[in-house]
């Protein structure tokens, strides 16, 4: 049994503010190549860094948000731990990819379909580590029964087979001895695309103690398909149900209640910068697709802007965004990851999101205005013809 892990933080002070976020599709990751969100610090007077360049944090407020001035903006299922039963947080936008999941078997096994897997033994992972959410076991049971769902199978036509691991790679002083001024360095010193502690059950497959895994589709899927080792016999994106696309997703962006009430100036300045990221993003796909190919666990630049192509990158708390969001609740809450129940709906703080557009209009009117008026002007100005 590994040691009990602990977590570390900076101590708090208003004039700074740190981010977090996952491996996955956000504005907040074509941001540190960018730099946006820091120059809208800078124009309030507080320094925006990410939290690990600072030695006295350790990797674990990035899943229990410790850090009252912490923002973070990553998959759902640990900041729904943590409204759920460790501290308030504020639900502040919403990104969704449609990626529910594959179903990985050995390449050259006759496996073709789920039916075959009757009787077979599917790996269910489980992490040692205390501290953190499982958000990996939680990612491979949603896929597994709605793959066997869509089969007319259940739990009971398969063996599961759990696999507990030690889930300590946060704890490795290779991992805390250097800072890192950005996600990307993390990434710098591990080969993300290959390094199986990010998908822990691959080699249980490959050794033959299991028949078949859950895995990501699209990005784990071609990294996986590309060995030759590995197959896919189900697919959970190419359905047109939206609902079984919620797999850790949509990626979401949460602060702290006590950010959100005494420094909603700090929520805004992030979300403008989120969202002016997120339409660049949206207008230069490709460019966009190649900084979050260094980040994600897609194969290439030119997969990765397979996968992108169709995401709006702006983050929002649209209708179907609170409904995935609540889907994954739900899970959580029906087996067992979440002790304490609460109302998606009143978590989400879209007033943030709409006042931080309000300025990002203003400030796009009053650059515009400035080569048609005479003296520029802001929203306020009336009865001036630009045309």
């Not at 990996?136 to 087979?161: A, F, K």
Request: overall charge negative; aromatic content about 10%; hydrophobic content about 40%.
């Amino acid at each position: 049994m590994p040691a009990e892990s602990v977590s570390t933080t900076v101590a708090l002070n208003w004039k700074e503010v740190w981010f977090t976020n996952c491996p996955m599709v956000s504005a907040n990751n074509v941001d540190q190549e960018l730099g946006w969100c820091r120059e809208e610090f800078k124009k309030i007077g507080v320094e925006y860094a990410y939290f690990r360049s600072a030695p006295e944090n350790n990797w674990y407020p990035h899943y229990i948000h410790n850090l009252d001035n912490l923002i973070r903006f990553g998959g759902l299922y640990p900041p729904i731990h943590v409204h759920a039963d460790l501290r308030r947080t504020v639900l502040l936008g919403a990104t969704n990819i449609y990626e529910g999941g594959c179903m990985a078997v050995r390449s050259r096994d006759p496996i073709f379909r789920m039916k075959d897997l009757k009787g077979k033994k599917v790996a269910l992972s489980k992490s040692l580590n205390t501290i953190k959410n499982d958000w990996w076991r939680i990612q491979e049971q949603t896929g597994i029964e709605n793959m066997l769902m869509l089969n007319d199978m259940t739990m009971d036509d398969i063996e599961l087979v759990e696999f507990p691991y030690a889930d300590d790679w946060y704890d490795k002083p290779e991992m805390l001895q250097v800072t890192m001024n950005n996600p990307s360095e993390l990434w710098m010193r591990r080969d993300h695309k290959h390094d199986l502690a990010f998908r822990p059950m691959e080699t249980a497959l490959l050794e033959g103690k299991v028949d078949a895994i859950f895995t990501m589709s699209k990005q784990f899927q071609h990294l996986q398909e590309a060995t030759g080792k590995i197959k896919m016999i189900e697919d959970l994106s190419r359905y047109p149900d939206w609902t079984l696309q919620v797999n850790n997703t949509p990626a979401v962006i949460t602060c702290t209640e006590v950010m959100a009430k005494e420094h909603p100036e700090l929520v805004i300045a992030y979300m403008k910068a989120m969202i002016k990221v997120g339409r660049w993003a949206n207008e230069h796909k490709r460019a966009a697709a190649y900084i979050l190919n260094r980040q994600t666990y897609y194969l290439d630049p030119a997969d990765t802007y397979e996968g992108i192509k169709h995401v709006d990158i702006v983050p929002s708390l649209s209708a179907q965004n609170l409904e995935c969001i609540k889907i994954g609740k739900d899970f959580m809450l029906s087996h067992g990851y979440i002790k304490n129940d609460f109302d998606v709906n009143k978590w989400a703080a879209p007033e943030f999101l709409e006042k931080a557009a309000t300025e990002v209009l203003k400030e796009e009117w009053q650059r515009r205005s400035w080569s048609k008026l005479p003296q520029g002007g802001g929203l306020e100005v009336e009865g001036t013809r630009l045309g």
